[in-house]
């Protein structure tokens, strides 16, 4: 359907912003980076292209360029949505910050996951306060049960919950928040295959499994360092990549780049 549509419209805003949430979605963030460079050649005012950016950066483990990629879609489009939630919530200290953006917003339920899960069960609480649970789509509402078994700390109703979510889920992404959740429930080994295999599929979540307090009692495990060897192996690819298709440039971020590639 992509392939279609690009061929009888090769500029078509639209089709490039959720051919990326696709290719992102299948272990390909890095290719949807380098095809939105070559499309910015002709469409540098497209705010949905570097709305894409700040999707495909963040699977891409680039969180600056994540960041920048978002106040340059807000600079050309102030109401184009740009999921810099998930992005921000991944910043030491961010979630809080992520879960007030996403209340704020009208309509705003997708970005509680990022906020509530990197976050604590108070902060949970409050952010669930704002949500109508019935106006959850039903294909979300096992996510939500087990993010409101973690709010009301129901410790042994949070891993049903999430086993439940997660055989619905493929997106990498939402399997990470699963794993974290995972861990903050007392199932490491669970925890850690989830992320694992999230890592795995093409999520690179280096810099938050280096600084998030969830992983802080992880650093000898020898599991939990294959994993985080492996996000920073790829993020070092994708850093490069990102480089060579001249996107530090695109974005006006300052040399030397302001990239995550740093251990």
Not at 14 to 23: G, I, N, P, V
Not at 163 to 177: G, K, M, N, S, Y
Not at 180 to 196: F, N, W
């Amino acid at each position: 359907a992509f392939a279609t549509a690009l061929e009888l419209s090769p500029d078509l805003p639209l089709a490039h912003r959720y051919l990326t949430h696709w290719e992102a979605e299948h272990g390909r963030a890095g290719d949807a980076i380098a095809r939105l460079m070559k499309h910015a050649v002709t469409n540098r005012h497209d705010a949905q292209l570097f709305a894409g950016l700040v999707h495909a950066c963040r699977y891409a483990g680039l969180i600056d360029a994540s960041l920048a990629a978002h106040d340059e879609a807000m600079r050309l489009d102030p109401n184009v949505a740009t999921s810099v939630e998930y992005t921000i919530a991944h910043l030491p200290g961010g979630a809080k910050r992520a879960a007030l953006m996403t209340t704020s917003r009208v309509g705003g339920l997708d970005g509680v996951f990022p906020a509530v899960i990197l976050g604590d069960p108070d902060d949970t609480r409050e952010v669930l306060k704002t949500i109508t649970i019935d106006s959850v789509p039903p294909a979300f509402r096992r996510s939500y049960e087990a993010v409101i078994a973690f709010a009301e700390r129901r410790t042994a109703d949070i891993i049903p919950a999430v086993e439940a979510a997660i055989a619905v889920h493929v997106d990498p992404e939402a399997l990470f928040l699963f794993g974290m959740l995972l861990l903050r429930a007392g199932a490491t080994e669970r925890g850690l295959q989830v992320i694992g295999g999230a890592v795995r599929a093409g999520y690179t979540p280096a810099t938050t499994l280096r600084d998030n307090d969830a992983f802080a009692g992880l650093r000898g495990n020898t599991i939990f360092l294959s994993i985080e060897n492996e996000a920073w192996d790829t993020l070092r690819a994708n850093q490069a990549q990102f480089e060579s298709v001249g996107g530090p440039e695109l974005l006006g971020m300052p040399p030397p780049t302001r990239l995550d590639g740093r251990r």
